[in-house]
């Protein structure tokens, strides 16, 4: 199983650098985009695999200043990524 890597506001500002910086050090890395709007996240997406085709990404919805929606994305991303 690759890394995973889930990045906070990664559609935009230092998330997005950070997310940029990573699969230019290992694009091998399955980076996760942690965003509000998914279709930001989305149009991100598609722009860090055409740069970097080997490394993986997805993405979760989340917004961090909502508990609730940090207690949901962690669930879901407790389901994704444990193996077992």
Do not use: F
Request: aromatic residues 2%; contains cysteine.
């Amino acid at each position: 199983m690759r890394k995973v890597v889930l990045v906070t506001g990664a559609s935009s500002g230092v998330g997005l650098a950070l997310c940029k910086r990573l699969l230019e050090e290992d694009d091998e890395l399955h980076v996760c985009l942690a965003c509000r709007n998914v279709s930001k996240a989305e149009a991100v997406s598609a722009d860090l695999l055409a740069s970097h085709p080997a490394a993986e990404v997805s993405i979760v919805q989340v917004d961090v200043s909502n508990l609730q929606s940090v207690i949901r994305a962690s669930s879901e991303l407790k389901q994704r990524y444990t193996s077992g």
